[in-house]
């Protein structure tokens, strides 16, 4: 069954599956109910060699989405770590500058892709959009996509909704759609609808979202803890450096951002110096993602 856009019979559904997950060809080809040439001959074929690859990206980025889930334990374990007294000196410390590290790293990202969105915006202005409000690129950041979402409010039925929390949760995607209820193969083809993946990437984010959030609220107990070694004469000499090093590291960034944010500021100015700027400025950013309520993770 050659050629783009062809419907692949169940045998070669299931054949892919099981590539997935058996340990080689011909464990696969066997699960199947086929034999190994059949397999390797289907493998050939540019069709199925696609939808195999298709997959394979799919089982990655499931992978992806159990990463973003577990920042959240991450994040507790730094924070623990970090404010726990009995802990080395130089964990804390660690923890601590990992902490600034990442809020600042969140910060940037944050700007970054609301100031993209809004530049696009600017440089697209008649393609029939209506013109969006900084809220809206907020929530189009947090979605993951450039534009609004095709059949925005439509729901999932509770099925779908199911399995997309269970590809954050599970180790694979056949524990997904075993804890989902449905088949391994109908969880594959729900994972190719465009309105599933982005149901799936929205959830990604807003579990991320959730943990940037909490790294961005501990940046205050985070230079707390580094000022504390860094003046405790009880702590290890090189804990001390390390904690000194840290907070002018720090500093020194942020300085640094508040120059850039300034020159943005300048240059955004000019570019409309009618003073109708485009959303998306970094103090605009700020504000706004304090306001806005922390998302909960899917």
């Known amino acids: 069954m050659v050629g783009h856009g062809s419907k692949f019979e169940l045998k070669k559904e299931e054949a892919i599956a099981a590539l997935l997950t058996q340990r080689n060809i011909e464990e696969a080809a066997r699960v199947t109910g086929i034999g190994t040439q059949t397999l390797l001959r289907w493998m050939k074929k540019p069709e199925f060699e696609a939808a195999y690859r298709k997959a394979r990206r799919a089982a990655v980025s499931q992978s992806h989405a159990r990463l973003h889930q577990a920042s959240s334990a991450a994040v507790t374990t730094l ?4 404010v726990d007294p009995k802990a080395r000196a130089s964990a804390r ?9 990442r809020a600042h790293q969140a910060i940037e990202n944050e700007d970054n892709e609301v100031r993209s969105a809004a530049q696009e915006q600017a440089a697209n202005p008649t393609k029939g959009k209506r013109s969006w409000t900084i809220l809206e690129l907020l929530e189009l950041h947090r979605s993951g996509d450039g534009a609004p979402p095709a059949g925005h409010g439509s729901r999932f039925d509770r099925k779908k909704e199911e399995a997309v929390a269970a590809l954050l949760t599970q180790r694979s995607i056949e524990e997904a759609a075993r804890v989902a209820g449905i ?5 594959m083809r729900w994972m190719k609808i465009p309105e599933f993946e982005a149901a799936c990437r929205e959830a990604r984010r807003a579990a991320m979202s959730q943990s940037n959030a909490r790294l961005q609220q501990a940046c205050s107990a985070a230079v707390t803890v580094l000022f504390q070694i860094m003046v405790d004469p009880s702590a290890p000499e090189s804990a001390r450096v390390r904690a000194a090093n840290s907070l002018l590291d720090r500093a ?7 120059d850039n944010e300034v020159r943005f500021a300048a240059q955004e100015q000019a570019a409309n110096p009618k003073g109708k700027r485009p959303p998306g400025s970094p103090q605009e950013l700020r504000e706004l993602y304090r306001s806005l ?6």
């Open 79 to 82: 924070l623990k770590i970090m």
């Open 93 to 101: 410390v660690r923890a601590a500058d990992s902490v600034l590290d």
């Open 183 to 187: 088949g391994t193969q109908t969880l």
């Open 252 to 258: 020194n960034q942020a300085i640094e951002s508040e």
């Open 293 to 298: 309520p922390i998302p909960e993770a899917a």
